[in-house]
Each structure stands twice: as C-alpha cells, then as structure tokens.
C-alpha cells in the first residue's frame, strides 16, 4: 500500500494516485480526511486508507466518500457503527495498535476490549488491524522487534478464537529495508516508493533512484569584488573576484534556509556552492571563475550529467531527514510530470 500523504511526499497527490490506479494498485494510504475527500472529488475511487486519527463529526464525511477509517479505541469504534447504521451503509474500518509509539491507537496490552468489540459489528468491516514502528529506520532494532512481538501478542486474538485476521500490516519503509518478519500481508512503502532511503542505518537492499528532479535557472549574473559580502546577515564574503548567479527558488518554495553555505547545486556539468543566505524567494550561488548565462538550466535535486544532489545530500546539509526536504516543496514549485 504506498503511502500517498503530504501531498505523495511533494510528489503531487492527485497525479500519483491516478498513476497507481491505472496500474491496477489494490489500495493506497493517506494521512487525513481531507486528502481522501480530494482524492474523490478528482475522481480516483480506489480503496483509500486515512491512517490520521478521527475526531466524531468527521465519520460522516469518511462513509459519504467511501474512505477506509482507523478505529484506534472501543468509543471510535462505535462512533463509527452507530453513524453507519444510521446512514444504512457499511463503514471500512482497519484496528490501530499501539506498541510502542504513545501517538495514536490502543495499547496492545489493552487491545482485546477493542477486537472483541470489533466482533459484535453489524454495521462496521473490519478489513485490517495494523501498527506502526518508532525505530525501524534506526541502527539498534531492539525496540521495533519488542514493538513486533507486542503486534504478535494481539493477533492471538484471533488463533485463540480459530478466526481468520483481517488484513494485516506494520512495515513502514525502515521495517520494509530492516525487519522483513514483519512484513505480514501488506507493507506502507512512504518514502521509500518515491526513491529514498528513510535513514543511512537501514540496509541498502533495494536498488531505489529518486523519481523527483528539481530544477530552476538562473536569473541575474554578477561579478562580485572581494570582501563584498553576499545576501543577508552578510555570512558569506568571498577573498577574490568571484561570479555570483542569481537563482529564482527560496525557503518560501520549500528550499530550507537552513541550506544557507552548506549547500551545492549542479551548473554547466559542475557542483557549486550555494553561498550567503537562502532567502525567501532567491538564493546565490559561486561559481568561481567559471562561466554561466542566464536562463541556464540549474539542478537542486536530481542527477545531471556524472553529479548528482540526492534528497539525502539536501538533507545532511539542512541537518534534517529526507522526508522533511520532499514535503517541504510546495505548491508554488510547478510539478511537470514525464
């Protein structure tokens, strides 16, 4: 089940889903309520999971536009059966269990009540129960694997009972690189599908290539005399004559400002260094002595040529993840899709 939230990781919500439905992809997850709603009023009707936590007067919305619910305790449960009845339609529900991450779910000491209540459904279908790891993506795995032994626990529920479980799942990207016991019957590829490593202690099993390129073009050159500081705070001032360009993206598009002097961007078939302070809507690069012109085609993220910037190179620099620096492109960066 690829996980489609915050926009498809900035890839483009509504484009990617399309894509996986044309393909024939059985289901795909979503983070809340109003990225399902908008999936439906694009006109994509594949089974979508909204993996969010829900709040009462919400249930109404997720049975009108025939979205799948996460019960994540008894009182949600029966919220959801009793709005259900009431609208005489069926509502699609999978079991959130907590084992170990305290955000949302029941604890998986206490999830019998829930499953047991889940049995006295008449209105609800109980189509999967799931998990959710906090430290798949880290060296130690001691805490993933008591958190997977938690899981293993409330799904004895069902052998107990001689009941066949519904659709179960824990891997999120890490899980799916590092713990392939717990792989169950689906996994929630996040940012794994779109071609990233969720951490550099996960192993490198799968050969991945980013599927998003980011580039811009520069707009103003200049010839900047040394000890002339560039851009704000003037934290950047060059010991020679040095050629400035002038490239029209900023923290306001989603390029962290925390990439001020640390980061390098791919110009004429050469890396160069972004210098001075990102700004909102423009950033300055050095190219030294070399040359550049405007309208020159520029790569903040991607591959050209033998270079390449990786989202985890961005990332290293911002002192971020890269899931960070995918989400954080936003809608005013134009998407073009190939």
Not at 84 to 102: F, N, Q, W, Y
Not at 144 to 167: K, T
């Amino acid at each position: 089940m690829p996980i489609l939230k915050a926009n498809a990781y900035g890839h483009g919500l509504v484009e990617v889903a399309r894509t996986l439905e044309s393909i024939g992809a059985p289901m795909i997850g979503v983070a809340y309520l109003e990225e399902g709603i908008r999936l439906r009023e694009e006109g994509v009707r594949m089974p979508v999971l909204v993996l969010g936590g829900i709040v009462g007067e919400q249930i109404p919305l997720f049975l009108e536009h025939d979205l799948t619910l996460c019960a994540s305790s008894i009182d949600k449960l029966r919220a959801i059966e009793s709005c259900a009845e009431s609208k005489k339609v069926r509502a699609k529900v999978h079991l959130k269990i907590d084992t170990g991450m305290e955000r949302i779910g029941v604890h998986w000491y206490s999830a019998e009540g829930l499953l047991e209540a889940s049995l006295a459904c008449r209105h609800v279908d109980v189509e999967g129960v799931f998990t959710h790891f906090a430290n798949a993506d880290e060296g130690d795995l001691a805490h993933a694997r008591l958190q997977l032994e938690r899981f293993h626990e409330v799904l004895r529920f069902y052998e107990r009972r001689s009941i066949a479980p519904p659709l179960r799942h824990a891997a999120s990207s890490g899980a799916i690189l590092a713990l392939p016991e717990s792989h169950f019957d689906m996994v929630r590829p996040g940012i794994l599908f779109y071609g990233a490593r969720p951490s550099p202690h996960v192993p490198d099993l799968v050969p991945v290539r980013g599927a998003l390129r980011w580039v811009t073009r520069v707009v103003y050159f200049k010839v900047v005399k040394p000890g002339h500081s560039v851009s704000y705070g003037s934290t950047w001032t060059p010991s020679e004559m040095t050629r400035v360009v002038t490239l029209p993206v900023g923290y306001g598009d989603g390029y962290p400002r925390a990439l001020s002097n640390r980061a390098e961007v791919i110009l004429r078939g050469a890396r160069h260094p972004v210098v001075g302070r990102v700004c909102m809507d423009q950033l300055m690069v050095s190219v030294g002595w070399g040359s550049a012109y405007n309208g020159d085609e520029v790569v903040l993220l991607g591959r050209d040529g033998d270079h390449e910037i990786t989202v985890e190179d961005l990332a290293a620099w911002a002192g971020t993840i890269p899931h960070e620096i995918l989400v954080g492109i936003n809608t005013r960066v134009p998407r073009v899709y190939r």
